[in-house]
T-cell receptor
Framework: NAGVTQTPKFQVLKTGQSMTLQCAQD?????MSWYRQDPGMGLRLIHY???????DQGEVPNGYNVSRSTTEDFPLRLLSAAPSQTSVYFC??????????????FGQGTRLTVV | GDSVTQMEGPVTLSEEACLTI???????????LFWYVQYPGEGLQLLLK?????DKGSNKGFEATYRKETTSFHLEKGSVQVSDSAVYFC??????????FGTGTRLKVLA
């Protein structure tokens, strides 16, 4: 069981470039989310989805887009990379039951550097 | 809004010492509470959880009790090992589709 798979693991971008971070889960989880992890700030929610075709903003959505065309995939797009987006990005998924989630399962992370 | 506050690290202990990492929360309802652990270069893994007041979560020798009266969920272990060296995150979930994480506490255990 692969769980949550993120690609790539490492990426270096130039300012202004765009790219997509991939996230896939094979657990049939309705809920998927993207976080960024920065020193001293813990994990901050960027975007989340409660099912195919449904997405919503988290705490720090500016500069990022998401879509959810299938239950399995939840890509995160950086529209025009900025140095402030240098961070480690985590994708997470969980089951939804009557509007409540169970524990979240995390991917291995993508370390992004914007120069 | 909801928030989670945990003690700042790093925490450095000798092997077999006792560990306590404090965590308090604020929430409008009755959240579920979690402790996650992150080993170097990896994602977060669930360590333990509690879903209602007075529940005790436990795993791998770690324990935490959901204390509604003090809004706390402190992580404890009686005897730490070098392999416990990691970053520990306290988190809450109140049913709004948003997990709230603390800033993380780095634990270093010396042999």
């Amino acid at each position: 069981n692969a769980g949550v798979t993120q690609t790539p693991k490492f990426q270096v971008l130039k300012t202004g470039q765009s790219m997509t971070l991939q996230c896939a889960q094979d657990m049939n989880h309705e809920y998927m989310s993207w976080y960024r992890q920065d020193p001293g700030m813990g994990l901050r929610l960027i975007h989340y989805s409660v099912g195919a075709g449904i997405t919503d903003q988290g705490e720090v959505p500016n500069g990022y887009n998401v879509s959810r065309s299938t239950t399995e995939d939840f890509p995160l797009r950086l529209l025009s990379a900025a140095p402030s987006q240098t961070s480690v990005y985590f994708c997470a998924s969980s089951l939804l039951s009557r509007g409540r989630t169970t524990e979240a399962f995390f991917g291995q992370g993508t370390r992004l550097t914007v120069v | 809004g909801d928030s989670v506050t945990q003690m700042e690290g790093p925490v450095t202990l000798s092997e077999e010492a006792c560990l306590t990492i404090n965590c308090t929360y604020t929430a409008t309802g009755y959240p579920s509470l979690f402790w996650y652990v992150q080993y170097p270069g990896e994602g977060l893994q669930l360590l333990l959880k509690a879903t209602k007041a007075d529940d005790k979560g436990s795993n791998k020798g770690f324990e935490a009790t959901y204390r509604k009266e003090t809004t706390s969920f402190h992580l404890e272990k009686g005897s730490v090992q070098v392999s416990d060296s990691a970053v520990y995150f306290c988190a809450s979930y109140s049913g709004t589709y948003k997990y709230i994480f603390g800033t993380g506490t780095r634990l270093k255990v010396l042999a």
